[in-house]
C-alpha cells in the first residue's frame, strides 16, 4: 500500500521517523513521502529521515504549546496552507492513502491533526487515515482531556483511525523514555508491515494480500486496531498448520495496540513468511476463527512473502469502537476534562487575603 505520512507534534514527528527509517531499511517502498509538522523547533531537528515544517512561530517563537491543545489547533487553523504547500510533491500519483501521525495527549499533535485531516480531505480524493496513539493510564488528566477532545474530533473527521494504546506495546518496569521507545519501534514494524503488506519482496504468494483490501477493511470507518505475533516455523508448511492459528490467536487476543479490542465490524488476516513454509490451510483455518472471533462476516485473509524462518501474524480491525478499552478510556478523559473545569472555577488564591482593615500598596 503506496502511503504518504504526515507526522504532526513531538510523538507523531518520532512515529512518522521509526515509519519511514522502518521502510526504507526493509526496501518495501511503500512510504512515498513524509512529513513531520510541530510548534517546537527542538523536536523537528533531531529528524532524519523525514522532511520538516515549523508552525506557528509568531505565535510560540519555536517552543511549542506547552500541551494546550486549543492553542495547537489555533496556531495550525492559521498556518494550514503552509502545511499544505509542504506537502506538494509527497502525495503522490501513486499513494493510496494518507496517515496523519498523532500522539492524541499533547498540545501541537492533538490540536493540529484534526485539522490537518480535515483541510486533507477537502483536497485528496484518496482516503485519509489518522494514526492516533493514546497516553497512558498515568500520563496524567491534562493528557487524558486532550486525547478524550482530539479522538473525538478525528474520528468524525478521518475515514479511520488506528488506535496504539500506550499501555498496550511496552515491557513492565520500563523507564518513561524506554517505554516511549519501545512503543514507537514497535508502531514503526507493525504498521510497515501492514503498509508493506501489498508489495511483495520475496517470491510470489498463492494469495498476497492487495492494498485494496486493507481499505476496504478500513472502510467501517470508525476506530482501528492493529494485532501482531510471531513464531518459529518448520520449513515443512505441513508442520506450522498449528503455528499459523497460534499466532492469529496471539495477535487478536494478546498482541493488539487496543487491548481487548477484538469484536469488529471488517478484519483483514496477513500471514508473513517465506511462501514455502506457509500452510494454506492453516491460514484458512485462522480466518474462519477470526470471524467467529470478531462476529464479522467481512475477515479478508492472505499472505505476505517475507524473507524469514518465523511466521507472522497480522490482525487489523475495522469498525472496533465497542471495545471496552475505547469506552474506559473515553469515561477518564471526560473526567479528567471535568476535574479540569472544578480548578478553573476555584477562586482566585489572592481572595482569601483580602481584608479591609489593611490598606494595599497601591
Known amino acids: 500500500m503506496k502511503v504518504a505520512l504526515i507526522g504532526v507534534g513531538q510523538a507523531g514527528g518520532k512515529v512518522t521517523e521509526r515509519l519511514a527509517r522502518f521502510d526504507a531499511e526493509m526496501g518495501f517502498g511503500a512510504v512515498q513521502g513524509a512529513l513531520a509538522v510541530n510548534s517546537a523547533e527542538p523536536d523537528l531537528r533531531s529528524l532524519e529521515y523525514v522532511d520538516t515544517q515549523l508552525i506557528g512561530a509568531d505565535r510560540v517563537n519555536g517552543h511549542g504549546v506547552g500541551g494546550d491543545n486549543e492553542l495547537g489547533t489555533e496556531i495550525m487553523q492559521a498556518d494550514i496552507q503552509q502545511v ?5 510533491g509527497r502525495v503522490t500519483s501513486k499513494a493510496e492513502g494518507i496517515f496523519v501521525v498523532a500522539g492524541l495527549g499533547g498540545g501541537t499533535g492533538s490540536g493540529g491533526a484534526p485539522v490537518v485531516v480535515h483541510h486533507l480531505q477537502q483536497i485528496y480524493d484518496i482516503p485519509v487515515y489518522a494514526l492516533g496513539v493514546l497516553p497512558g493510564r498515568n500520563e496524567g488528566a491534562l ?26 506495546w511496552h515491557e513492565q518496569g520500563e523507564s518513561v523514555e524506554g517505554a516511549f521507545e519501545t512503543i514507537n519501534e514497535r508502531i514503526a514494524k507493525r504498521v510497515g508491515l501492514l503498509f508493506a503488506s501489498g508489495e511483495a519482496v520475496e517470491g510470489v504468494g498463492e494469495s498476497v494480500v492487495d492494498s485494496s483490501e486493507v481499505i476496504n477493511t478500513l472502510r467501517a470507518g470508525g476506530i482501528a486496531a492493529l494485532g ?75 499472505d505476505f512473502p517475507l524473507e524469514s524462518d518465523r511466521l507472522g501474524a497480522l490482525v487489523l480491525l475495522g469498525g472496533a469502537e465497542r471495545s471496552d478499552r475505547i469506552q474506559e478510556f473515553m469515561e477518564r478523559a471526560r473526567e479528567a476534562e471535568k476535574a479540569q473545569e472544578r480548578e478553573e472555577e476555584q477562586t482566585d488564591p489572592a481572595e482569601q487575603f483580602a481584608d479591609d482593615r489593611l490598606e494595599d500598596l497601591f
Open 143 to 168: 493528557y487524558q482531556a486532550n486525547a478524550g477532545r482530539s479522538l473525538k474530533t478525528i474520528v468524525r473527521e478521518a475515514d479511520a483511525t488506528l488506535l496504539v494504546d500506550n499501555d498496550a
Open 84 to 88: 499544505m504547500n509542504a506537502l506538494d
Open 228 to 302: 501482531y505475533a510471531t513464531e518459529a516455523a518448520s520449513e515443512d508448511s505441513a508442520e506450522n498448520v498449528n503455528t499459523a492459528m497460534s499466532v492469529s490467536r496471539q495477535a487478536l487476543l494478546t498482541g493488539t495496540s487496543l487491548p481487548d479490542a477484538t469484536t469488529a465490524d471488517s478484519a483483514l488476516l496477513v500471514i508473513a513468511g517465506e511462501p514455502d513454509r506457509i500452510p494454506r490451510k492453516g491460514v484458512e483455518r485462522a480466518r474462519r476463527w477470526l470471524e467467529d472471533e470478531t462476529g464479522s462476516m467481512q475477515v479478508r485473509g492472505g
